[in-house]
């Protein structure tokens, strides 16, 4: 495979609610139709609960709730991207997956300060591509989401 060069990112684009997002390919481990989610008691709103996945645990984030949007029902288009976090993998859950984009680093801007969302914690920039504008998260900052509690 040819080399990219340095000032191109590869992201993984992926519609939230209204919004589309992308997240840096390098922090994804994998793609998963959404399996069957095993409640946990207690837990917070934002954690749906956990899968196994070949016998790893994996935590399962409601990116909507994360991003204090409404809650909505799983669809067959929904799908869970397992971030490769700090070794310990965790999965997100997103309302449908889109492409794989590439983005000049110098596309990529920083996130508006008028983002006063507690989600801006979790988001990173925006990215540029012609019309669309990606929010782009960072996939540590969401993993984080799971030591706040």
Do not use: N
């Not at 080399?3 to 994804?28: K, N, Q, R, T």
């Not at 790893?56 to 409404?70: A, F, G, H, Q, S």
């Amino acid at each position: 495979a040819a080399v990219m060069p340095d000032s191109i990112v590869e992201f993984l684009s992926f519609w939230v609610g209204d919004e589309e997002y992308a997240v840096d390919i390098l922090e994804i481990g994998e793609i998963i139709k959404v399996p069957e989610i095993t409640e946990v008691p207690r837990a917070p709103q934002w954690l749906l609960g956990v899968i196994s996945l070949r016998g790893t645990v994996v935590p399962i984030l409601d990116l909507r709730i994360v991003l204090k949007l409404e809650p909505q029902e799983i669809s067959r288009s929904s799908r869970v991207l397992v971030l490769r976090a700090d070794g310990e993998p965790v999965g997100i859950l997103v309302d449908r997956v889109t492409s794989v984009v590439r983005l000049e680093r110098s596309d990529i801007e920083a996130k508006p300060q008028t983002m006063k969302l507690e989600a801006g914690d979790v988001i990173r920039g925006v990215g540029r591509i012609g019309e669309r504008i990606l929010i782009i998260l960072d996939g540590d900052s969401v993993v984080s989401v799971l030591e706040r509690t």
